[in-house]
């Protein structure tokens, strides 16, 4: 429903853009250039919880992160960039804590001990995003990406893995308050699983909120 959502305000972004560019003054010089790059804050409270994807509840996210996005088409109204990201903090609430019990015959069990968030560092290289211009400073965008992520612990389960992989896709606006910079508001639906990968998969989901700073790095071009 929520990625339904997403086409539907992009599509609805389209048909706006259309009447604003000819209303617009030839202003090619806002325009995004070669390179934008920034960091974000983003918070998602209460895992979200379904039958397919993440079935993991009571789980809160925060991610301190880096976005870049490199054209490779540019029109007047229209650009589609690469969009790589680098997630250095990414906190995961309410994870269980382990420890192995020693057993009589020599083997061991684990069990949980406790609860705390754990840290990862996340890295998304597969990233495309869409941006249009809905008027001489405001544009807005849908993006997803795929990558990896290395917590300190195993995540959600102590049956799963400490390396997760992550896939994403959300959109949102961005207001060019300076030629060169840009705030970013924007949603993305983050999933979190390891693919079965470990005798436990049950996945995060989260619906992440998030604000950024993007600034141009070169001319215009």
Do not use: C
């Not at 540019?74 to 969009?83: E, G, I, L, P, V």
């Not at 995003?129 to 959600?156: C, D, H, K, M, N």
Request: hydrophobic share 40%.
């Amino acid at each position: 429903m929520r990625v339904k959502l997403i086409i539907i305000t992009v599509i609805a972004a389209s048909i706006i853009a259309t009447f604003s560019a000819q209303t617009t003054d030839g202003q090619d010089e806002l325009r995004p250039s070669r390179l934008e790059i920034g960091p974000y804050v983003g918070v998602a409270r209460h895992s979200l919880v379904g039958t397919h994807l993440g079935v993991t509840p009571d789980r809160n996210h925060l991610f301190l992160g880096l976005h870049a996005t490199v054209p490779f088409f540019r029109s007047r109204n229209w650009t589609f960039s690469y969009a790589p990201e680098v997630v250095p903090l990414l906190l995961i609430s309410n994870n269980q804590k382990y420890r192995d019990l020693q057993q009589t015959d020599g083997g061991h069990v684990t069990v949980e001990d406790g609860r705390g968030p754990v840290a990862g560092f996340a890295m998304s290289p597969i990233g495309l995003e869409a941006q249009i211009r809905l008027a001489s400073r405001w544009r807005a965008y849908a993006a997803g990406a795929a990558g990896g992520v290395w917590f300190t612990r195993a995540v959600p389960t102590a049956h799963s893995r400490a390396f997760n992989y992550t896939f994403e896709v959300g959109g949102g606006l961005l207001w060019q308050y300076r030629s060169r910079e840009s705030l970013r508001v924007g949603y993305k639906l983050h999933h979190l699983p390891n693919l079965y990968t470990a005798p436990d998969n049950p996945g995060i989901d989260g619906a992440v909120f998030l604000l950024g700073f993007d600034r141009v790095i070169g001319s215009h071009h």
